[in-house]
Nanobody
Framework: QVQLVESGGGLVQAGGSLRLSCALS????????MGWFRQAAGKEREFVAA??????SYKESVKGRFTISRDNAKNTVYLQMNSLKPEDTAVYYC?????????????????WGQGTQVTVSS
């Protein structure tokens, strides 16, 4: 059974940075496409970024500010978030998809972390 454990959320002022981490256990990490989604209060869960063998993909509004990376030796995926804006405030979720390439839909992922709150104050 795959387990995902996230860390790194918190409260930051606009323009600041945070790095989220997500550790996968239970399976071979390198076989999984990893994604980050977020869900703001009262809104649907939305794609933020994903990384596969072919590289990374990003939501348009975070391009140039967020960077997704993975360390297969540590079974961990990261989301470096710079130049944060109040509209980035949400619960951020790590997700794993076995094989294939990344999906932009939450339905494309098999496993989810518990979520970590990111709050950006203006």
């Amino acid at each position: 059974q795959v387990q995902l454990v996230e860390s790194g959320g918190g409260l930051v002022q606009a323009g600041g940075s945070l790095r989220l981490s997500c550790a996968l256990s239970g399976r071979t990490f390198s076989s999984y496409v990893m994604g980050w989604f977020r869900q703001a209060a009262g809104k649907e869960r939305e794609f933020v970024a994903a990384i596969s063998w072919s590289g990374g993909s990003y939501k348009e509004s975070v391009k140039g500010r967020f960077t997704i990376s993975r360390d297969n030796a540590k079974n961990t995926v990261y989301l470096q978030m710079n130049s944060l804006k109040p509209e980035d405030t949400a619960v951020y979720y790590c997700a794993a998809r076995y094989g294939g390439d990344y999906s932009y839909s939450p339905l494309g992922y098999n496993f989810w972390g518990q979520g970590t709150q990111v709050t950006v104050s203006s």
